[in-house]
């Protein structure tokens, strides 16, 4: 049961242009999400996340917003750079109880950003 | 800050073999580590909890025996792959919650890729 979908394997982007990577969960009891990228034989590293009393967080060139009724997210890039080429995961998980610091993985978006 | 590493970072051995994989925090304390594996271009699979003090709560699926998990201290959880077979194979990934923070974003190492042959 995958209850956290990134349904598009990967996306390609020109430089400079805008960079949306798509994330869409089934459970409701979620109420944090993260975004994370991750580079080939490396742990991932942490980008941006968002919390379900909020629909939109912003930092520099990374937005995330949240759909809590479409139970979707989005990751926006913005201006697209070449550097940003990596596998891009999102995760959930539920701040209560003994779930507390769980994350439920995507299965990530490989971005490619041409120069 | 908020650095975590692992060690090793890549490991063959022989099937039957025991592995162990530390993860360490190395600029903060967290009494909660995790412990991911990941197959490949698939997603990160949660396999264990690892509390410091007590014992680790492994994920639906996940063999206790087989993956045994002690968390010493407050920056340092290890991972031992006992008997390992070739099936074992996969990259190893550990993360960390530091006490400080609100405990939802997990700071990763940089993974130990295992093989058995």
């Known amino acids: 049961d995958q209850q956290v979908k990134q349904n598009s394997p990967s996306l390609s982007v020109q430089e400079g242009r805008i960079s949306i990577l798509n994330c869409d969960y089934t459970?409701?009891?979620?109420?944090?999400f993260l975004w994370y990228k991750k580079y080939p034989a490396e742990g991932p590293t942490f980008l941006i996340s968002?919390?379900?009393?909020?629909d939109k967080n912003e930092d520099g060139r990374f937005t995330v917003f949240l759909n809590k009724s479409a139970k979707h997210l989005s990751l926006h890039i913005v201006p697209s750079q070449p550097g940003d080429s990596a596998v891009y995961f999102c995760?959930?998980?539920?701040?209560?109880?003994?779930?507390?610091?769980?994350?439920?993985f995507g299965q990530g978006t490989i971005l490619t950003v041409h120069p | 800050g908020a650095v975590v590493s692992q060690h090793p970072s890549r490991v063959i051995c022989k099937s039957g073999t025991s592995v162990k994989i530390e993860c360490r925090s190395l600029d903060f304390q967290a009494t909660t580590m995790f412990w991911y594996r990941q197959f490949p271009k698939q997603s990160l699979m949660l396999m264990a909890t690892?509390?410091?003090?007590?014992?680790?709560?492994?994920e639906q699926g996940v063999e206790k025996d087989k993956f045994l998990i002690n968390h010493a201290s407050l920056t340092l959880s290890t991972l031992t792959v006992t008997s390992a077979h070739p099936e074992d194979s996969s990259f190893y990934i550990c993360?960390?919650?530091?006490?400080?923070?609100?405990?939802?974003?997990?700071?990763f190492g940089p993974g130990t890729r295992l093989t058995v042959l």
């Open positions: 690892s509390n410091e003090g007590s014992k680790a709560t492994y």
């Open positions: 993360s960390a919650n530091p006490v400080t923070s609100g405990g939802n974003e997990q700071f």
């Open positions: 968002i919390s379900s009393i909020k």
């Open positions: 459970n409701s009891m979620f109420d944090y």
């Open positions: 995760a959930a998980t539920y701040t209560g109880g003994t779930s507390y610091g769980k994350l439920t």
